[in-house]
C-alpha cells in the first residue's frame, strides 16, 4: 500500500494568514493526489483534484501543487471557516490511502 | 445526498448491516465507496462496489476482506455494508461516498453524514 504523510499535524495561524501544508507519498503517483477538508463533526469535503485542480465552488485561496512524490496544499488569505483538519488522499492505485490529516487552527 | 443508518453498539464477533440511501441522483451509474474513520484518527478507505455496467464486483482492503461485503440494491437507490466477525478495532464511523471520476482523475466525491460503529464487550 502507498503510505501518505502529512505534516504539520498540527498549525495555528490568525486570520488573513497563509499556510502551507505538505503531504508525501511513499512512491511516485504521478498527480494522482486528491486534498478534502473536514469540519469539526462533519464528513470529509472534496476540495482538490490532480494535484491542482480545485472542484467547483471551492476558494480560489486554495491551491494545490506537487507531482510524484510530494504535494502541498496553501490557504491564503486564512478565513474563520477554514478552521478544520486537512486530508491528501492518493488515487494513483489501490487501495486508495489518506495522510493522516493536518489541523489547521485559527 | 447520502444517508448511511445501521450503525450501533455491538459486542466483538457479531455482526452490522449499514445502508447507505442516495436521493437527488441514482446510484446504478455511480461506483460507491464506504470509508471509516476510527474515534480521533484518520480516514481509512474500506471498499467499494462497481456499478452493473461495470460489472457489479466489490472489492475490500485487507483487514476487512474476509468479513464485511459490499452490495448494492439498485431499484431501492441503496448500498450495504454487511460486517461481520465484528473486532474492536472496526470501531469507527463509517460513511459512503460517491466516486467521482474525469477522463483521468477519481476522487471521493459526495459523502454521506456518517454512522457510528462501536465494537465493545
Known amino acids: 500500500d502507498i503510505q501518505m504523510t502529512q505534516s504539520p499535524s498540527y498549525l495555528s495561524a490568525s486570520v488573513g494568514d497563509r499556510v502551507t501544508i505538505t503531504c508525501r507519498a511513499s512512491q511516485t503517483i504521478n498527480f494522482y493526489l486528491n486534498w478534502y477538508q473536514q469540519k469539526a463533526g462533519k464528513a470529509p469535503k472534496f476540495l482538490i483534484y490532480?494535484?491542482?485542480t480545485l472542484q467547483n465552488g471551492v476558494p480560489p485561496r486554495f491551491t494545490g501543487s506537487g507531482s510524484r512524490t510530494e504535494f502541498t496544499l496553501s490557504i491564503s488569505n486564512l478565513q474563520p471557516e477554514d478552521s478544520a483538519t486537512y486530508y491528501c488522499?492518493?488515487?494513483?492505485?489501490?487501495?486508495?490511502?489518506f495522510g493522516q490529516g493536518t489541523k489547521v487552527e485559527i | 445526498q447520502l444517508v448511511e443508518s445501521g450503525g450501533g453498539w455491538v459486542k466483538p464477533g457479531e455482526s452490522l448491516r449499514l445502508s447507505c440511501v442516495a436521493s437527488g441522483f441514482n446510484v446504478t451509474n455511480v461506483w460507491m465507496n464506504w470509508v471509516r474513520q476510527s474515534p480521533g484518527k484518520g480516514l481509512e478507505w474500506v471498499g467499494r462496489?462497481?456499478?452493473?455496467?461495470?460489472?457489479?464486483?466489490?472489492d475490500s482492503t485487507f483487514p476487512v476482506k474476509d468479513r464485511f461485503t459490499i452490495s448494492r440494491d439498485d431499484s431501492k437507490n441503496t448500498i450495504f455494508l454487511d460486517m461481520t466477525s465484528l473486532k474492536v478495532e472496526d470501531t469507527a464511523v463509517y460513511y459512503c461516498a460517491t466516486r467521482g471520476m474525469n477522463y483521468e482523475f477519481k476522487w471521493f466525491d459526495l459523502w454521506g453524514q456518517g454512522t457510528l460503529v462501536t465494537v465493545s464487550s
Open positions: 462496489i462497481k456499478t452493473k455496467v461495470d460489472g457489479g464486483t466489490a
Open positions: 490532480g494535484a491542482n
Open positions: 488522499q492518493q488515487s494513483y492505485n489501490s487501495p486508495r490511502t
